[in-house]
């Protein structure tokens, strides 16, 4: 727990110390942050959780005939755990492993899910999927369901998109699956709304890493001077969001410190937008290929079941 503290402390500082300052989306989720996401998935704008909710229903049947019953469901970033509910009614899994990073929120999420699913053995997992997860070690090598959904796998880049795909291929055996949805390139106007709604929730978000943040490494962020800042960046194929300084401002925390000048940004999060062939392509890459996409009829959206 304190090499993690340490060690999330010294990455904070690295990126933020940069010339192009970064800081990982993984610290948007303290138990706040992972709240205001959870309204996000409500939002009007925000199409991402809507359509893939709507593909895992039209398509359930399909989904629970590829699956069967009586899996080891591992879901990688599970937040609320809703999804995994609707899906553990669907293919009646023996078990369940929720792994996310926000481990406070986890919890709630996980004792909720279980007591709406008694019948199910239910764990939770407080890992970094940027590390190896170190899954329960009575959990069965057999029928693992591996569910990823959200598009979360969009926020890493290609190349750590594609060390963690096969991090997760070696969390299978041969008998293993990985289910997972897929946000596609699609209309620049759709994206732009999806990460600037009109009440500003997207922003309350972005804005909050500051107050993780603040309390992981003792800064004094002043959420006033940053504004948030979401766009589609065409030649990436990726929404960015950053926060911009208001003003020259200048953060100091214990042992260092950063000044900013006005419009300077700080990059917060990359949400890869892909076509199917370039993620199956992916997929293949990190050693899945046995795939079958499921759509809507815009293709705004893809759930993706891809074995070993
Ligand atoms: C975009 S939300 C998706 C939540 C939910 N699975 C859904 O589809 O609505 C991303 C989730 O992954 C978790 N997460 C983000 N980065 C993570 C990391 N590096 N390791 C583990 N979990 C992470 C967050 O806490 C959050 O619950």
């Known amino acids: 727990m304190i090499d993690t503290f340490l060690s999330s402390k010294l990455e904070i500082i690295e990126g933020l110390t940069q010339s192009a300052s970064t800081i990982s989306p993984k610290y948007f989720y303290d138990t706040k942050g992972s709240a205001l996401f959870e309204r996000i998935t409500h939002l009007a704008e925000y199409y991402p959780t809507r359509i893939e909710q709507e593909i895992m229903a039209t398509h359930a049947a399909a989904i629970a005939a590829n699956i069967g019953t009586g ?44 007591s709406a699913l008694p019948a199910i053995d239910i764990r939770a997992v407080a890992a970094d999927l940027n590390t190896q997860i170190a899954l329960p070690a009575d959990l069965p090598l057999q029928q693992r369901l591996v569910f990823y959904p959200g598009s979360s796998i969009g926020n890493f880049d290609p190349a750590q998109a594609q060390a963690l795909l096969k991090r997760t291929r070696g969390l299978l055996g041969m008998d293993g699956a990985l289910l997972m949805g897929v946000d596609l390139h699609k209309d620049l106007a759709v994206l732009d709304a999806a990460y600037n709604d009109a009440v500003g929730v997207t922003a309350a978000f972005n804005l909050n890493v500051l107050n993780h943040v603040n309390r992981l490494i003792g800064s004094d962020f002043d959420l ?51 076509r199917v062939e370039d993620f199956l392509a992916l997929l293949a890459r990190s050693g899945f290929s046995r795939t079958q996409v499921w759509s809507d009829e815009r293709s705004w959206f893809a759930v993706i079941l891809a074995r070993p």
């Open 224 to 274: 006033r001077q940053w504004q948030h800042l979401a766009f589609f960046n065409e030649t990436e194929s990726r929404i960015e969001m950053h926060l911009v300084a208001a003003t020259d401002t200048l953060v100091r925390w214990s042992g260092g410190q950063r000044s900013f000048t006005r419009g300077e940004r700080i990059h917060t999060e990359n949400s890869y937008k892909y």
């Open 71 to 114: 899996c080891t469901l591992i879901e990688l970033g599970a937040g609320n755990c809703q999804k995994a509910r609707v899906l553990c009614e669907l293919i009646a899994p023996a078990r369940f492993v929720a792994v996310d990073i926000s481990e406070e929120f986890l919890h709630e999420a996980v004792n909720a899910l279980r």
